[in-house]
Each structure stands twice: as C-alpha cells, then as structure tokens.
C-alpha cells in the first residue's frame, strides 16, 4: 500500500488547509487511517483517526478544529484544519493498517507516506 499526502504549505494563523491522503488501492473502508505530526525536536504525535467504519477521533489539541473524512470514491483521506495555530507547525503523515483502530500509537501502523509540511506563521 502507498499513501502520498499532499495539500501542506505555509498559512497565517487563523487560517485552513486540507491535507489529503491517497492510497494506492482501493482501501479507505477495510483500513483504519490516522493522522500524525512531527515537529522538529519533537516526538511525532498522532492527531486524528478515522476508523473502518467512519469513526473518528481527535487528540484534545485539535478538537473543534480539525476534521478528518474520507471519500472512498477517490481512496482518499483528509484532514481539514480550521483555526491553525503556530504550535501545528509540522510534518503531517498520514498512516494505515489493515485492522480495527486502537488508538494513535505510530508503532502500530504497517502503512506511511512521505509527509507534507505545515507551516503555521503569525
């Protein structure tokens, strides 16, 4: 499975971005998908999960703010981000494993792309 993101770039606080995250295969509803981050200096973070079944989950930071969905048409994941902060400032990975989601622990996950980069300025 490949999983490339794209939509990172440099955004003033207070504004949006849409990352996105195409798979390879058809696989949006047989895999859980999660969101990840890392800052330089910083251990990377999971962000938001959406399950098999559509299920999603945030970490406390984001919640309000950040979406994530996915459109099984296009084997793609997103993750909209409202209200960015400079603390998001980051690489975002998107992730995948083929089996029921249990929590945003990275060493979980069989699948990562490359990463897109975040940068939040004032």
């Known amino acids: 499975v490949r999983l490339v993101e794209s939509g990172g770039g440099s955004v003033q606080a207070g504004g949006s971005l849409r990352l996105s995250c195409t798979a390879s295969?058809?696989?949006?509803?047989?895999?859980?998908v999660a969101w990840f981050r890392q800052a330089p200096g910083k251990e990377r973070e999971g962000v938001a999960i959406?399950?098999?079944?559509?299920?999603?989950y945030y970490t406390d930071s984001v919640k309000g703010r950040f979406t994530t969905s996915r459109d099984t048409a296009k084997n793609t994941v997103y993750l909209q981000m409202n209200s960015l902060k400079l603390a998001a400032t980051a690489k975002y990975y998107c992730?995948?494993?083929?089996?029921?989601?249990?929590?945003?622990?990275?060493?979980?996950?069989?699948?990562w792309g490359q990463g897109t980069q975040v940068t939040v300025s004032k």
């Open positions: 295969i058809y696989m949006t509803n047989k895999y859980c």
């Open positions: 992730a995948a494993k083929r089996r029921a989601c249990s929590g945003m622990d990275f060493a979980d996950f069989d699948f």
């Open positions: 959406i399950s098999r079944i559509g299920i999603t």
